[in-house]
């Protein structure tokens, strides 16, 4: 059974850093085939869309309240997606939740309703 398990969430100041890492297991589950990427709840609000990267690696999407602060990466033999957060703000303190299909990106952007894989979420508190 496929699986996607987060690590790294954490407490932090306004402008330190944290990295987030996403690991996919299963049997069937070969991250060169999906688009994964992660998305985020703060108390009281909506699931919104963080940051993706198609399975090639080489297309890569963020939300705009993170553009320059944040960078998605993945490593296709470890099976792991990994969001390195800088200059982090109070207003990024959320549950992180790494999620993964075979869809186009801009779909999963989206359609979160659609995807199939998420993982448990990791809490990320900034304080100011």
């Known amino acids: 059974q496929e699986q996607l398990v987060e690590s790294g969430g954490g407490l932090v100041q306004a402008g330190g850093s944290l990295e987030l890492s996403c690991e996919a297991s299963?049997?069937?589950?070969?991250?060169?085939?999906?688009?994964m990427g992660w998305f985020r709840q703060a108390p009281g609000k909506e699931r919104e869309f963080v940051s993706a990267i198609k399975w090639s690696g080489t297309d890569k999407y963020y939300a705009d309240s993170v553009k320059g602060r944040f960078a998605i990466s993945r490593d296709s033999a470890k099976n792991t997606v990994y969001l390195q957060m800088n200059n982090l703000k109070p207003e990024d303190t959320a549950v992180y939740y790494c999620a993964s299909d075979m869809m186009e990106p801009q779909f999963f952007i989206t359609h979160m309703g659609s995807i199939t894989y998420w993982g448990q979420g990791t809490q990320v508190t900034v304080s100011s």
């Open positions: 299963g049997g069937a589950f070969n991250i060169a085939r999906y688009v």
